[in-house]
């Protein structure tokens, strides 16, 4: 396992350490969301739209008022003075907070119910009478593309926007490479390929379904709002928008989430309409999701359907690479509903350095929400264009790894490459990593081990993919293209903080202002502060996700917290060691510049034997009187840092599957993973990082679907109709990695919470359609359940082929 | 989720069990819950009031009485599936029982419970169809045995009466040999059935001389495939005697599509675990 | 409803509605809010209880049902506040993330070690299957009770994967 860290290992950077997280997580005492009881506190229930395209006639509540513990049944009408949900990326419809004359999805709130117990309040829900109209709802992407008929009657068209690239914003550059792939078309020599492929809606479904508790305190008038969210930043600040509040009239705490993989990234109706009902009841108010409605009402990713083409010689080299498609938005624009496809475009062209044409309609339908789900639009990306490539390798019977390698963007590019769209790379050495997967995994050897069980009538498949991601957002100046938090009254964009506090006694607080659910931030930032101050790792302590006292921060997402917050708490460090350094010259009779530090204290460079501790640095820091002429009190820094860019992992993934040709059963045999996210400060928690981004990644490719029906109902209410995988259903995984660093920050590290995710689903999928290629199978689409497995067996025996 | 209000009771005996159920409308059996409380959980079945008849002596053990083993109404998944006597007699049930739902549910989760749910994806109910199990049924008017062709009425529905406790499964010793097998809902054995086949048969003088077929997950209820048996009886049970018989799985089938199988593929399946269940049946029985 | 039962030792009677949950008596009238709800249907694990002496799922159990019986939670495994040999392997090996599975988990993997005390790497994939996990792809999950499996067994736990650093 692993490979080097990049960074010298006899440092506290590049070593595992064991989390300190995990004593309360183990013990049971780790207190989420919906541990929280508070005196008088009313729980809430919702009343959920049946249709997924109805007018409301009637909602009548008497009955639900008229029960023992009922506290308040509130519809549209109660909240309309508050808006529409707060909303950063306002394009398209907004959510109201609760539908009015109209229901435009499937379990959209209709009515809020606030009552004495979490079961009467669903009693209490079960009796409001409501009286719906149905309509006929827009399900169908291409239908709704269409505009044949709209989703909002005041709206004019269901296509919000269409993300396009070539050079991104740029006309007539984009057409100058339309043609350029045209006439590669067009020439005698070059074959295209082409795949349409579903991209399936996925259910995020964290284990911990999300779970808010807001109390309004009229004396103190304040918000006191705990929330199982990624963002508590973010939604103290839609809270104060929403009722015309100062930020420091909501206080948001983020305790232990439990999983959010990008679903508790919004801020959500029910967290706004539970602080309502805090606010008009004067009691604390809980909302706890069950998982019914985690499946109906918490936003669900991707979504698209596309044909994906590619254009090259015979030789593999590829001229042309076009992506045609409609991405899933839902009936409702939140956080960053739009947008999940522009990251796409970002990464459309993925390692390579072909001429691309890329373009993605964003359609209302009358479904739930999509946004940001693990990889939120990049593992869409990757899988157009990977398994593309792989088709197009097997078409013109080149080994797959060989054509990928023959339209890289080469090393030597860097620095100074850049993107399809003219966006600048950081760092990449793309051959490098593929080939070293190929070793690692003795490729030749499982390509001949394949061919041998073929022979033998057995249906194996290796399947090969390449991606590279955009993240670490960064860079700041997103904030000049209109990507700021401005909706929820914070005007920064996508930068880092970090606060470091040496305490009386030497030990050390850090306070940092990302939202992590589960990446293990009490410990990498322990590290990191550890590694510039010497202090001991178990003598610092990690905390975030209070907005009180954590610095500003836009939260966990989209692989950020380490490359961005990681990078402000390390100069927030080094600030402290500056000043540190002039305290312990100070104590020694020293010059600052001969202080060095050492086995958790310093002492001037040669002496190590007069040795201060860092409690009594940070005693003289405390105690003013006794410093010197000039010098502040204090012993604590802090920083933002602003990244110049978002940053550029990659990696290349192989898997190996067996596939019963009688049943269409998929058996993952295999999956070997050669990740570079630059540097590691932990390898054991990033590995943990990788191990779960493959299984939501081999989840969707195997198990998960989230689609509606074509009547717009969602079958899938629970695990038992939207499978996750478990512990028997994967085999254990074969990781390795390069290091490239990254060089926009000072740790140089890349990022890693989605790199296996994006990386996985075509490479399973390019497995099974490389086991099922001798029955002539070009394509599956995803889940690869074995009934549609089986029936693109049945179709190519019947056909010849089938695509 | 949480369930509707109901009346709890929580009778010593089977008598008492009775009577509540003879004199209580809407009343409902409670042995393990593991079918019965997510669906009231998500309210989608709320009965008034719960017999929970856990707590009844001399209802947790599998008893060999000499020409049967008897599976008593609280005896777990977990204890059927790793009952010595049904591995001996009845190796289809003990494979379907060790199928079922996962480890906890399979602790808490009762044989009789799954058989009495009947939902159609579930594996034991076609275990105790091919087995030719009788079932036992009590109620305040009385005991009564129900043949296991003519307990499986249809979707979630048995013979059963509303005062009926099932008390009992019987399976009879009767020789030969019995195999269970099923494509799951995440491939492999995994979860419920997408579709099984579970079968019994008998081979003496190297010919098959008694047989039946069962199948899971297909049809509106486990059923017979009555077909399959007739085809096998008198031939040397041989892979192709085997795979034509199997061709006849779903005579008198009508099949139900789900989110896991269209009619087409599920039909097809059917015919595959039947092979491939009477393949190891035959095996086990030569 | 009045129920009486020992949790984790200690003797404990309330007053419940009968369609009150083993799992919000344990959470809201106890307070031993380790033992987690993650979905409706049993299926999650996350609620996974030892009740005399079985791994069971206590959101699909009535409160009523459990009069009478043993249970033990999460809270309840560290003997003298010294961790479980599995709690030990789950720091030690990274078997959680986010945490929220991990009190079912770890209960469902003291089960199957009552019951295997050596379990290879499919015995504990199967024997886990009712418990999900969204972060880990439970592959340190394995990691953590083959880890468990060696100390109880009295044995040198397999190395970890990963490069020891120095830290």
Partial sequence: ????????????????????????????????????????????????????HARVVSVDASDAEAMDGVRAVYTAADVAHLGDLVTQVAVGKLRPLLAGDKVNHLGEAVAMVVADSRYGARDAADAVDVEYDPLDPVIDLKEAASDAALVHEDMESNVLLAWEGGPWGDEEAIAATQQTIADAKGRDDTVSVSIEAVNQRLLPMPMEPRSVVADWNVGYGRFTVHSSTQIAHALAGGIAQTFGLSLTDVRCIAPEVGGGFGCKLNVYNDEILVCF???????????????????????????????ATITGTADGQILGYE????????????????????????????????????????????????????????????????????????????????????????ADSFPGAATHIGFPMDTGDYETNLDALLETAGYEDLKAERDRLRAEGRLVGLGLATYVEVCGFGPSALVDLGFSWAAYKIPSGFSGSGLVRVQADGTASVIIGTGPTGQGHQTTWAQIVSNQLGIPVENIRVSHGDTAESPLGIGTFGSRSAAVDGSATYEAANKVRAKAADLAAHLLEASADDIVFADGGAHVAGSPDQQVSWSDIATLAYQPHRLPEGMEGGLEAHAVFSPGNATWPFGSHLALVEVDGDTGDVKLLRYIAMDDCGNVINPMIVDGQIHGGLAQGIGQAMFEDGDYEADGNLLKWSFVEYPLPTSADLPSFELHRTVTPTDINPLGVKGIGEAGTIGSAQTVVNAVVDALSPLGVTHVDMPLRPKRVWAAIQAAKTNGSVS | MYPRSFEYVSPGSLDEATSVLASTEGAKVLAGGMSLLPLMKLRLFSPDVLVDIGRIPGLSSIEDRGDHLAIGAMVSHAATASDSSIAEHAAALATAASWTGDVQVRNQGTTCGSIAHADIAADQPSAALALGATMVAASAGGVREIAASDFFVDTLTTALGPGEILTEVRIPKQGGASAYEKLGRRGGHTDYAVAGAAVWLDVSDGAVSSARVALTGVGAKPTLAEGVAEALIGTDGSDAAIAEASERALEGVTVLDDLFGTVEYKAHLAKVMTRRALQQAVAAAT | MHVSLTVNGQRAVTDVEPRTLLVHLLREELGLTGTHVGCDTSYCGACTVILDGKTVKSCTMLAVQAQGAEVTTIEGLAANGDLHPVQEGFWERHGLQCGFCTPGMIMSAVG???????????????????????????????RAVEYAAAKMRGEEPPAPEWEEGSA
């Fill in chain 1, 277 to 307: 009902a805090s606010q008009q009841l004067g009691r604390p108010v809980k909302f706890t999701e069950t998982r019914r409605d985690a499946a109906g009402s918490t936003i669900h990713g991707r979504g698209w359907v596309a044909t």
């Fill in chain 1, 1 to 52: 396992m692993g490979g080097g860290f990049g960074v010298s290992t006899t440092s506290v950077l590049g070593g595992v350490v064991k989390r300190r997280e995990d004593p309360a997580l183990i013990r049971g005492t780790g207190l989420y969301v919906d541990d929280l009881q508070l005196p008088g506190m009313l729980h809430v229930a919702f009343v959920r739209s049946p249709y997924a």
């Fill in chain 3, 112 to 142: 199957l070690l009552s019951e295997n005390g050596s379990p290879s790497e499919g015995e504990i994939r199967h024997g886990l299957e009712g418990n999900l996990c969204r972060c880990t792809g439970y592959h340190n999950i394995v």
């Fill in chain 1, 323 to 410: 992506l045609d498609g409609i991405a899933d938005m839902g009936a409702y624009s939140q956080n960053f509903t739009v947008a999940i496809p522009f990251l796409g475009l970002f990464v459309g062209a993925g390692q390579y350095t072909f001429p691309t044409h890329w373009k993605v309609a964003c359609v209302h339908t009358h479904t739930m929400t999509t946004d940001a789900y693990r990889g939120a639009g990049r593992p869409e990306a990757a899988y157009y264009l990977e398994r593309a490539i792989d088709a197009f390798a097997r078409e013109i019977g080149v080994d797959p790894a060989e054509v990928r390698r023959k339209n890289f963007i080469p």
